[in-house]
């Protein structure tokens, strides 16, 4: 571990009653919720309530959590087509927020929140912070963007819940970043893992690591490895943590995990999550891969029904070894939508991040994904930075390189790849999430 060691580290839980409790008890108060939303939005929701109707499903058919795969599944279509306010629960005039996906082209996904779901929210994130090892006495650098996107307001909201001071950066000006990191003392920071990895990388070029107070990182919203973790920790000697959330469900603190990084911990209280595979809509097994699918259970503004993510995880109902008790799921695999199919291989950005992390200094963490099609043949094309003194080598080594690069590659994927070296930086660093793939295929 490049942080704190567990022989330091002081677990703290914010809410045991709820974190630590027991399967059948979690169970319960997980039926009783669902019920209540069932009918909820059977009553005021039409979309629900046509769904519904057209299942051959009542609220009364539904008794406990276990009846839940009776209910129908809502997508990010169904979201589109019920834009903006299709599937509020309760009147506008309670809505008391909205926020909405960060996406740059087209129709929003918007989510209204009442005042509750906003405090939910806070307590979730709160609650992702304390297994951070934060308290009311640290001093919170959040860099996330603040707006419609949920990330920037999400920390805020969890920060002030816990007692925290907040410094609502936003994204950007990384020079400014630095500079307020360390003169207002920042204990923690928050953005996107790619974000976290270039601030790093800056505060290491300009020798600021030791001038600076921080000792956790809280990241999400886009998959990230474990070698990237490790590769931040290890330059800021810190711990780091995965957060995860999606607007429609509330934004950052659905999920987080512990200083055991053993899964990240579901609110399983508020969000009822179902891994299932995606074709056959089957419960996976423990440890299998499927797509996460959410069901709020006391969201007022906008409650979904068995929300279809999109993303690829597996699941633990284990116990963690911090106490907690609340199921983990894995880190992302990737999202049924940003794998791309190359000559029939499945292939993920997480896959190339981790063969390039596995190969040492030599080559950068950043990468780009260019997929064309040619003669009727898919072609990956990789761009790879690595360090300034390789160009000054002979053409032969940088020939070995590529070669070797190629090799590491194919084997992680399973397809042959073009490799491009590039000089440090040519990659354009993101503030926001960061875009791994361009297909230039016209599918």
């Not at 070698?227 to 780091?240: F, T, V, W």
């Not at 993510?309 to 109902?317: A, V, W």
């Not at 993920?348 to 003669?375: C, K, N, W």
Request: negative net charge.
């Amino acid at each position: 571990m490049a942080g704190v060691s567990l022989e330091n580290w002081v677990e703290r839980i914010r809410d045991p009653k709820i974190e630590c409790m027991s399967r059948d008890e979690m169970a319960d108060l997980q039926s009783k919720r669902l019920v209540e939303v069932v009918n909820r939005v059977y009553k005021n929701v039409e979309f629900y309530r046509k769904k519904m109707q057209q299942r051959g499903v009542e609220p009364g058919d539904i008794k406990s959590i276990e009846d839940i795969e009776k209910l129908p599944f809502t997508t990010k279509e169904d979201l589109k087509n019920n834009y903006p306010f299709g599937l509020l629960a309760i009147p506008m005039k309670d809505v008391v927020r909205v926020q909405g996906t960060s996406g740059t082209t087209g129709k929003l996904t918007i989510a209204p929140y009442s005042q509750k779901d906003v405090d939910v929210w806070g307590e979730c994130v709160a609650r992702g912070l304390t297994m951070a090892g934060l308290t009311d006495e640290d001093i919170i650098h959040v860099c996330y963007g603040y707006g419609l996107f949920t990330g920037g307001l999400g920390l805020d909201f969890g920060a002030k819940a816990l007692g925290a001071t907040a410094i609502p950066m936003s994204a950007g000006n990384t020079k400014r970043q630095m500079m307020c990191m360390e003169d207002l003392g920042a204990t923690a920071f928050a953005c996107t893992p790619s974000y976290a990895l270039y601030l790093a990388e800056s505060i290491q070029e300009a020798g600021k690591v030791d001038s600076m107070k921080l000792k956790a990182g809280i990241h999400g919203a886009e998959p990230w490895t474990e070698e990237m973790r490790r590769k931040i920790e290890s330059i800021l000697h810190i711990n780091c943590f995965d957060i995860y959330g999606l607007c429609e469900i509330t934004g950052p603190g659905v999920a987080q995990d512990c200083i055991h990084k053993a899964g990240l911990h579901v609110h399983a209280d508020y969000f009822y999550p179902e891994v299932l595979n995606p074709a056959t809509h089957e419960k996976c097994a423990d440890g299998e891969t499927g797509e996460l699918v959410f069901t709020t259970l006391a969201k007022e503004a906008m409650p979904l029904i068995r929300y279809r993510t999109k993303d690829l995880t597996s699941i633990d109902h284990s116990t963690c070894e911090c106490g907690r008790t609340l199921p983990r799921i894995s880190k992302f695999k990737g999202r049924t939508d940003d794998m791309k199919v190359i000559r029939g291989v499945n292939v993920f950005p997480t896959q190339v991040e981790t063969a390039l992390l596995s190969m040492g200094g030599v080559v950068a963490p950043h990468y780009l994904m260019i997929v064309d099609r040619e003669d009727n043949m898919d072609v990956l094309t990789v761009m790879v930075e690595v360090d300034e003194s390789v160009f000054s080598d002979e053409i032969r080594k940088l020939d070995a390189l590529r070669n070797k690069i190629a090799a590491v590659l194919k084997t992680a994927l399973g397809v042959s790849v073009r490799v491009k070296l590039v000089e440090p930086k040519t990659i354009q660093r993101s503030e926001g999430k960061a875009v791994r793939v361009i297909d230039n295929r016209k599918l």
